[in-house]
Structure formats: C-alpha cells, structure tokens
C-alpha cells in the first residue's frame, strides 16, 4: 500500500529534550516536506526536500533541522524543543513539484506537545 | 501573495442533504487544486485533485470544480452521511519556485446529523 508513515504518533517531552520525529515514504518520491498545522495558524511549512541531499527552509524553520539521506526517509529533528513547537506535525511526499497531475500525500500526523 | 479562502468556517446539515463546500483563491497561477479530509486530530486524507486544465472530478458521491479564472472551487457531497463528519481542506499548489509548498484554506467543519 502506497503511504506516508509518521513516528510517533504522540510524543509529550519536556523543554530542552532533543528528539526526533521519523518521516518514511514508499512511492519513491522525490519531494518531501513538514508542515506544523496550528489552531488559527492552518498548515505551514517548515522545511522541504527536493531530492537526496537537498534541503530548503520553509515559511516556519526556526527551531527545526532535517536530513534526507535517503530518498524514503525525511527526518524532522527538534534539538531543543519549546513549548512554542507544540503542535501538530505532517509530512508529505510527492514527485517533484510543478507538474498539474502531481498529487501530494500527507502521513497521518504527529501530535508533539512540551512541557 | 497566493491566499486561499474557505466558506463557511463551519455547517450543520440533516443526514441525506446534498451539500456544497466552497474555496476561492487570489492568484489564478496554480498548477493544481486538491481536496482534502481531516478528522478530528488525524491526518489529511487526499480526496480529489483537480488539475489547472479541468474543470471537474468526481469520485463516488463527491464531485469538485474548478474555475480558475475566477479563483473559485467546490466540493459538492451527495446524500451526506454522519460518516462525513470531518474537516474538509482545500489547498491549491502555486509555481515550482515557491518550494512546492500547497497553500491551504482554513477549512470548512462539517457535521451531518442522523
């Protein structure tokens, strides 16, 4: 089944404690991204890839780090998480941008919260 | 500046109404336009995809438009189900150099009644 995979699905941590938040996909897309969607705030994005190695900030990067390594993998790296990052996190994968048919996949969703 | 509009915020409708949800948007300059579902605290589910050549898709009870030149969409449910209870996303897909990032809408939260 072709989807997008998010751990973990709930994570409570306190201030300070680095963690991260795996993203994986399976369709061998190129691109993929983080968004955090914030009651009032909508969906923004943090960081996105457009291939191996390739990385570019988004609207809402300050306070995060990712890595693509791998073409499956986007990890979402927090090295010293702050209550203002308590959110809801998605990844999302697709081929590369700028094609009309291009359909982009979300996972279901990361709910962080710190304390 | 791309900015995506959804009205109403919220609707309330009787179990086997027809329905229409709305989206509009600012910049005609879109490759694409999905629609999504979001339960409460859950992932976004893709619904429909309507590229910038076309005018409409339908899949089962839901058929969505699209009028770009006037920056306009909508989601149209037949013989609404309570299990269509959800939060339903539009979001429109802007050029390539914008990071390939969708812009959303706030959102329409629907809720059918039994």
């Known amino acids: 089944e072709a989807q997008v995979t998010q751990n973990p699905r709930y994570l409570i941590t306190v201030t300070g404690k680095k963690l991260t938040v795996t993203c994986s996909q399976n369709m061998n897309h190129e691109y993929m991204s983080w968004y955090r969607q914030d009651p009032g705030l909508g969906l923004r994005q943090i960081y996105y890839s457009m291939n191996v190695e390739v990385t570019d900030k988004g609207d809402v990067p300050e306070g995060y780090k990712v890595s693509r390594k791998e073409k499956r993998n986007f990890p979402l790296i927090l090295e010293s998480p702050s209550p203002n990052q308590t959110s809801l996190y998605f990844c999302a994968s697709s081929f590369l941008p700028g094609r009309a048919a291009n359909e982009q996949f979300f996972g279901p969703g990361t709910r962080l919260t710190v304390l | ?114």
């Open chain 2, 1 to 114: 500046k791309q900015e995506v509009t959804q009205i109403p915020a919220a609707l309330s409708v009787p179990e086997g109404e027809n329905l229409v949800l709305n989206c509009s948007f600012t910049d005609s300059a879109i490759y694409n336009l999905q629609w999504f579902r979001q339960d409460p605290g859950k992932g976004l589910t893709s619904l429909l995809l309507i590229q910038s050549s076309q005018r409409e898709q339908t899949s089962g009870r839901l058929n969505a438009s699209l009028d770009k030149s006037s920056g306009r969409s909508t989601l149209y449910i037949a013989a609404s189900q309570p299990g269509d209870s959800a939060t339903y996303l539009c979001a429109v897909s802007p050029p390539y150099n914008q990071g390939g990032k969708l812009i959303f809408g706030q959102g329409t939260e629907l809720s059918v009644k039994p």
